[in-house]
């Protein structure tokens, strides 16, 4: 498919272009400057890598090229591996793609993986290079100076040098060497001859004839030619003792000598014109084709500063060939490419029309009767023949001129006659005219009249017509159309009586009795069996162009563009998104595959009317120009055209865009946290790159070197690991990625042509972010086995310390119930001993007040021995001692009681301070029941609820009023207890109602 499409179109470019008078030589040539981006205009020479980016040397400095950015290298005295010198010789590309350069007083390479140029030294010098070429038999590059070549080998880079056998002396110069596929290594001298030598034996052959050799070039056949220094081209035969030169020369050369003239390089390319037209690049006169086959140089191209897409400059150092075809020129003003499938478009002027005059080219048709003519209309200047050799204008007819005199003189009689809105060929091999007067007819070459009015004689202006049927013109025009009989000249005039002033603009079939008519009153029908109108489809609005595809009516207009389902009768606006709003005349046409064709003033789109996509052309394509100045819209020899003032843009509706070749992506550089990657990102397709927790902002810079179209290339990627889906990045050629989190990433792009065939196929990049040592699994796991181990220290530590507190309340509560409780033991005794045997009564009061002081000192020493006992934790111990010391004492009274302690309580600990404080309490509120309340039921409830224990006192006596002050310090005491174990105390209670009192607190 990619082939053959290039080949149409180099027929196209070198024979048909040659059926109206267009130049077969006219390529577009698109250069870019340092405006554009290059480092400097003065370009040398250019090679391209495996990759596809194409590398240019300069005379300050290196640039790399992918079709749209240029990227930079210069010497810098701030880093060492920067380019060395700027000046640099020559170019050469290895197997690795290492760009090797020669710059007269050393060499060097650019290793891409390593983002740096290194020197080659010889010994501790530096090693003169004065020219060098990649030899892929040998894997290595040879250099040479003035004393003979050298082998550098790719991978060792161990030099070993070879001295000529006669070496060249008083040159100051060497041209670029070159490598044939005979492993022949040629060595120019300029202004004198050249060195030959086979590798194979390193046999030297000296060329003694003064030559002024520039450089050589090997065709597809082996053929070895020369170019020259005002010495011609050469062919150069090969003996085993001799060279022999067939020497040509430039018929074009305007002084006596066709010799005297500088070719500086030779290429050729099958994409355009084939194996067998060298293209040659002139130091100083432009730009030659020469057919190798018949020996013949065939055109000269000189710069035009008219020609915005010609070369830009006379001065040319090299042209070469890339892997696709194309022709690049390394020139003094920059660096021109010509690209096979950028030809699409081609616009040339016609300098033989009068700029005087409006001169719109309305149509083109071939002559019937004599190929060796053809037939152009032009509005405002009438009809022309043309003669296809001569590319003269033989005939002019209808127009203002006076040929004798040179001038326009007398009156113009032809005025509405010379006003041509368009041209096209009946079934009866007549032409047709539309012009402002009505018709002309072309039959047998003879144009003659045909004068179109109303009953009443007006003119009405035509606008357009057609043969809808066999010998029937039909003419679309102010107030009506007219229907013509091709071979009598006989018409009929039908009017649009329902609008006064309607003109039309446009006609098409849409059956065999219907016509549509595009108006000022919108889209209208007519019937051709009655003869009438209908009313409009579209009224209101104006319309200006129709073509009908199916049941579908695609209308152009002052409101854009519109379609009418004739089966939905339903109206659709696409492209108003990408601004088609006006549609003048003759901005509408439809080629063979159904796909429209809408020319607006800020670009020609083609519309896909199947997928309802549009694609956008402009002038950057290499369309002539585009403006609202009136255009028209013609078609020829299967040609597309759009007619300016003296110009003319052609291309192939079928051909335009169709781009099959798709892109490669290549991920070009990488910055982690704003700094170049120096690794090689080949190096990382497997192994992948690993960067530390920190360095998470990864930004990568991608592009898809191809020289077709190529701002119209976009891309795709998809960051797996963090993104979900594919990211549309456009023709944005970047993408940055900030605080990535810790993780394995894969980096996928993949790109698109500029006709939008997608490369599936992608290039990758992994990358993992290591996650922080403090996030690692591994640190987890210790901190978790340091924390469970200081924990277990820990809870050793308070049972260690728990034990010794055990010890002690033991050791106090046996010394308190041993030797304190012994002792007030004793007291008790003595004193109630004491008591039975004393009659005195003052005494004995005393000793009664001893008694009862011990006893209570007794019960108290019980009561803080039990609480300092560390048996005595659990809850359970407490609730029995609450029972032995609230049941006899109740019971003793015949109040009833009921206890009640829930299950769960058994296994809780509390406090020593809580048990002390809870039971105290309870026996305050069990006193005070005693004294004071004469109930018959106490009711004792202890339960947890939630994590809180509760304890409720509950009598049916006589209750009190919780609003008097109560002079003893029963309560006082309660609520102070309550508060040191921060608990809630409640009194509930009403004069004759019992109480209620409620202890709650949590247990800790």
């Not at 009586?497 to 079939?509: G, M, Q, S, T, W």
């Not at 111990?877 to 299950?903: G, H, Q, S, T």
Request: net charge neutral; proline share 3%.
């Amino acid at each position: 498919m990619r082939g053959s499409s290039i080949v149409l179109l180099g027929i196209f470019l070198l024979i048909n272009c040659k059926s109206f008078g267009q130049d077969p030589y006219n390529f577009k040539f698109k250069t870019y400057t340092y405006n554009d981006g290059l480092v400097h205009n003065f370009t040398k020479k250019c090679l391209q890598d495996s990759k596809g980016f194409l590398w240019i040397i300069t005379q300050h400095g290196l640039s790399r090229f992918d079709g749209v950015n240029f990227k930079n290298f210069e010497h810098s005295l701030s880093d060492s591996n920067s380019l060395p010198q700027d000046d640099l010789e020559d170019i050469a590309i290895d197997a690795n793609d290492r760009i090797w350069l020669s710059y007269k007083n050393g060499l060097c390479y650019y290793d891409q993986n390593r983002h740096c140029f290194i020197k080659i030294y010889s010994g501790n010098k530096n090693f003169e290079s004065y020219s060098l070429c990649f030899d892929k038999k040998r894997n290595c590059i040879w250099s040479v100076d003035f004393n003979g070549y050298t082998k550098i080998d790719c991978n060792s880079f161990r030099l070993q040098s070879l001295p000529f056998q006669k070496k060249a002396t008083d040159y100051g110069q060497i041209n670029r060497i070159f490598l044939d596929s005979k492993d022949r290594l040629w060595v120019p001298y300029p202004r004198r001859n050249y060195h030959c030598i086979n590798l194979a034996n390193n046999k030297e052959y000296f060329h003694k004839e003064n030559i002024q050799p520039m450089s050589f070039y090997e065709d597809d056949e082996k053929n070895i030619w020369l170019c020259t220094w005002q010495e011609g081209i050469r062919q150069i035969t090969i003996t085993d003792s001799v060279h022999i030169h067939s020497r040509f020369g430039n018929p074009f050369i305007k002084i006596d000598d066709d010799h005297t003239f500088i070719s500086s390089g030779i290429a050729s390319s099958k994409t355009l014109g084939g194996k067998d037209l060298f293209w040659i690049s002139l130091n100083t006169d432009g730009l030659l084709f020469f057919d190798k086959r018949t020996k013949k140089v065939n055109r000269q191209l000189h710069y035009d500063a008219n020609n915005k897409n010609g070369i830009a400059t006379d001065f040319n150092e090299s042209v070469f060939s890339d892997r696709d075809g194309n022709i690049w020129l390394c020139t003094w003003h920059g660096i021109t490419k010509v690209n096979a499938k950028e030809q699409q478009f081609i616009s040339w002027e016609l300098p033989e029309l009068r700029g005087e005059l409006y001169n719109c080219i309305a149509g083109m048709v071939d002559d019937p009767f004599d190929k060796n003519y053809y037939w152009m209309g032009a509005n405002g200047s009438g009809i022309m023949k043309y003669n296809r050799s001569t590319k003269k204008i033989v005939a002019h007819y209808y127009y203002y001129y006076n040929s004798l005199t040179k001038v326009f003189t007398g009156e113009d009689e032809n005025y509405d006659w010379r006003w041509i809105n368009n041209l096209f060929k009946d079934s009866f091999n007549q032409l047709w005219a539309t012009t402002y007067a009505g018709l002309i007819k072309i039959k047998n070459g003879l144009p003659s009249k045909l004068k179109l009015t109303a009953k009443n004689g007006d003119i009405l202006y035509p606008r357009q017509s057609k043969e809808i049927e066999k010998g029937e013109i039909w003419v679309a025009a102010e107030k009506g159309i007219f229907k013509v009989d091709a071979r009598s000249n006989q018409y009929i005039f039908y009017e649009d009586v329902a609008y006064k002033n309607n003109l039309f603009y446009d006609i098409e079939r849409l059956d065999d009795t219907t016509l549509l008519l595009a108006s000022d009153a919108g889209m209208k029908l007519f019937n051709k069996s009655t003869g009438k109108f209908t009313t409009p489809i579209y009224p209101g609005k104006k319309l200006m162009n129709i073509e009908v595809i199916g049941n579908k009516i695609f209308m152009g207009g002052m409101s854009g563009l519109a379609i009418y389902d004739w089966s939905t009768r339903k109206i659709s606006f696409p492209g108003k998104e990408l601004g088609i709003e006006k549609l003048y005349e003759n901005r509408l046409k439809k080629d063979s595959k159904n796909n429209l064709w809408i020319y607006t003033s800020h670009g020609l789109f083609k519309y896909y009317t199947a997928k309802n996509e549009f694609e956008e052309f402009t002038p950057k394509d290499g369309i002539y120009d585009l403006s609202d100045d009136h255009i028209n819209f013609f078609s020829y020899q299967n040609q597309f055209y759009i007619g300016y003032r003296m110009a003319l843009t052609s291309f192939d509706p079928l051909q335009v865009n169709v781009n099959t070749t798709k892109v490669s992506p290549v991920i070009s550089e990488i910055y982690i946290n704003n700094t170049l990657l120096p690794l090689s990102i080949d190096s990382l397709e497997n192994k992948g790159l690993q960067l530390n927790f920190n360095e998470n902002q990864v930004r990568i810079y991608y592009t898809a070197p191809d020289f077709t179209n190529t701002d119209k290339i976009i891309f795709s990627y998809h960051l797996e690991g963090f993104d979900t889906t594919w990211t549309n990045a456009g023709t944005r050629r970047g993408a940055t990625f900030s605080n990535l989190p810790p993780g394995n990433y894969i980096f996928r792009l993949k790109a698109a042509n500029s006709s939008g065939v997608w490369n599936e196929e992608t290039v990758a990049l992994r990358f993992t972010i290591k996650t922080p040592f403090w996030q690692t699994w591994g640190f987890r796991i210790g901190v978790i086995t340091l924390i469970a181990v200081l924990i277990y220290l820990l809870y050793r530590y308070r049972l260690k310390q728990l034990k010794k507190i055990y010890e002690v309340r033991s050791s106090i509560s046996r010394s308190l119930h041993d030797e304190v409780g012994a002792t007030l033991s004793s007291i008790n005794i003595y004193s109630d001993v004491a008591r039975k045997k004393t009659n005195d009564p003052a005494l004995q009061q005393l000793i009664d007040k001893v008694y009862n002081a011990s006893a209570n000192a007794m019960e108290n020493m019980s009561d803080i021995v039990w609480y300092v006992n560390p048996k005595n934790d659990l809850l359970e111990n407490l609730l029995i001692r609450m029972r032995e010391y609230a049941l006899p004492l109740l019971e003793a009274r015949d109040i009833n009681v009921v206890f009640e302690a829930k299950e769960n309580l058994e296994e809780l600990k509390t406090t020593m301070q809580q048990r002390h404080h809870l039971y105290l309490i309870f026996k305050e509120a069990i006193n005070n029941a005693l004294k004071y309340a004469e109930a018959k039921n106490i009711f004792i409830r202890i339960a947890m609820e939630s994590n809180r224990l509760k304890m409720e006192i509950k009598d049916d006596g006589k209750g009190f009023d919780t609003a008097n002050n109560f002079s003893g310090n029963g309560i006082k005491n309660m609520h102070s207890r309550a508060a040191d174990i921060k608990g809630d105390l409640t009194i509930t209670a009403k004069p004759g109602q019992g109480s209620l009192i409620c202890l709650q607190f949590i247990i800790t």
